[in-house]
């Protein structure tokens, strides 16, 4: 997983360009700087010293294969998309990128401020009122079930349709956590970036601390760049787990006594974190089928949009 950090920090010349293809180039400020001026993590070429026609011929050579050296199995998946016509504008895009950016942060700044609650429509106190089935003295069919209709039309029910259309990557309002620390949704289309895999997590791009704090993005947090598992070694035909005999070869017996593993901060992403969407999921435009009166204990303003997991990870176990 190292090595592929590495690798996408030297190919991150292009990276977020695929990403904005169309809207905008403003997930490149983040490593090349506002103005295409700086290297990307120190690596990569000064993008505003390219010519139209190089960065063209780079986003190409990428999607073909035959671009890139190292980098051709990460960056030919982040550009197989685009269009001939999409790599001329993000050329484009590019060799103006003196205004593109610095409005793109200017739009991210003022939506700091505005989460969208939503678990709101559920929560209204009208609608869990009239969907309040203890104080009804006749319980219907249709308002007993999920599907909203009586058993003898169950041929006839279909599930909500849910609307997975959503805005590009930094044209989205971010969604409020439901609970502290819960997995934040992702507000905007994914459709492009999937599916995610060890070698091509086209996510890195925007979400890395780095990057993130420059265009408004939510960063990965520093939970996700520690290992917590605990230290798991064969010595002498023998399980050790945090310096514990727990079992023999091919039995890892009783783990029951071994309750907190020593954190091991990384210095990159940790490999047991690279699916971003087995926790963080596309959020559907969709009405809750019953009302919620789930209140989070704890959930301030600040957390609404922020973990502090990496802190509270131990609370009451040490």
Known sequence: MKRTMKLLAVGSLLAASALYAGTSTAGCVGCHGKGFEKKAMGKSKVVKDMSHEAIV????????????????????????????????????????????????????????????????????????????????????????????????????????????????????????????????????????????????????????????KSIGATPIPPSHFTNYRPETVLKNGELVKEGKVVGLKGDIGNVGDIKVAKAKKLNHLYQGRFNCSQCHAPQAKIDPLVGNTFQPDGLNDTLKAHSNLADAMNEGVQ
């Open 57 to 212: 011929a780079a986003l190409k050579g990428y999607k073909a294969g035959t671009y890139g050296g190292a980098m051709k199995g990460l960056m030919k998946g982040q550009v197989a998309s685009l269009s001939d016509a999409d790599m001329e504008a993000i050329a484009d895009q590019i060799k103006n990128a003196s205004k593109a950016p610095a409005e793109f942060k200017q739009e991210a700044k003022a939506d700091e401020a505005k989460l969208i609650n939503i678990n709101a429509s559920a929560q209204d106190k009208a609608r869990i009122e009239k969907e309040d089935l203890g104080n009804k003295k006749v319980v219907t069919e249709e308002a007993l079930g999920l599907r909203k209709t009586d058993l003898y039309s169950e041929d006839k029910a279909a599930p909500v349709a849910a609307d997975f259309n959503r805005p590009e990557p930094g044209q989205a309002t971010k969604f409020e956590r439901a609970y502290v620390n819960a997995p934040p949704m992702i507000p905007h289309s994914v459709d492009k970036y999937l599916p995610i895999t060890r070698d091509n997590n086209q996510c890195l791009g925007c979400h890395m601390p780095e990057a993130a």
